[in-house]
């Protein structure tokens, strides 16, 4: 996405950008009703986080947001007159113009990456469809645009990432701090089962298995473009010694780290099952470790990475990936060509 959700009703949670709040009139026939459909997702979230999850509720804000800063721009001449004609194909065509374009981001960026728009084309017309089906208004869809993924990497990088947190680790055992053990574990984990970030994300304790007989850790594949109406399939990887020794370690920091946020009476109700948790010094400690979290972790490793290369003067056709799933598509390739090749 390029923008943070908003809600377009002053009483929402979230506070509503300026531009929206004066761009349109407030008695607009069009963004009153698409107000009141959204109320129903807001609804259904609260009661069914299964049906609509607080990641799709975001980008049907984020859309209702940028279409009600979009209206007064010259969408169509009657966009404004009802939900059924801003979501008809004149205005809707306009809609998506003016979101290529930038012109409707609420937050500066430094992305030129085409990929990026593709996917936020994609989160709009899938948000408009679910508009118009809310609303029981006949929608023409532009269409979506291909699915197109980001050119992988040498797969040296990862060497250099794997090398980088290895270094950090040097010294006792003991003076290691809680995010580099973790970091050492998830990161072979990567390398051994090249999860994506939804299924590192929902990885339970349960999942793994440590054993004088037995290294492996099960994991609900989820395959990159959505479901598609088939069911998750789990998949169980076998862990190389390393990994299971750093995992082995994670997991009795986790266990100390869980004892002592009882302790202190931070966590409340029951302890968590997931496999990663947050770490000390951030708030959550003791908590699940969301995706997002596990993104910015990965980034600041990949900047520290090519913080190194550059003063060490290393000439490089690319820079060493930020994204989780640049990475992990360069170490899937890497996997199947020693597979052929073999």
Known sequence: MSSTARHLSASATRSTPAAALTAVPSTATAVLELERVLDV???VNRTAKDVVSDARLQQLEWVAGELAIALPLGLSETAGDSLEELLAPDA????LLLGRSGVLR???TVS?????VDASERIRIYCLEAFARQARILFESPGFPPMTLRPTVSPQFADLITNHLEDKAQGPEADRSDLTVRGLAMWGVMRDALPRLGELESMLLDDLTLTADSRTLTLIRQPQGGLRGRMPEPETVALSEDTARRLDDWTDRRTKLIHARLEAGVLQ???PRQLWLSVPDHPDAGLPIHR????RWYKKIADAVQIKQDAAGVAEQDLVPTRWETMRRTLLAQREARETAS
């Not at 030129?112 to 990026?116: A, E, H, N, V």
Request: proline share 9%.
């Open 41 to 43: 997702f807001r609804t």
């Open 92 to 95: 809707v065509h306009a809609y």
């Open 106 to 108: 609420s937050m500066p």
């Open 112 to 116: 030129t990456d085409p990929t990026s």
């Open 269 to 271: 109700g029951s302890v």
């Open 292 to 295: 997002r979290g596990i993104s």
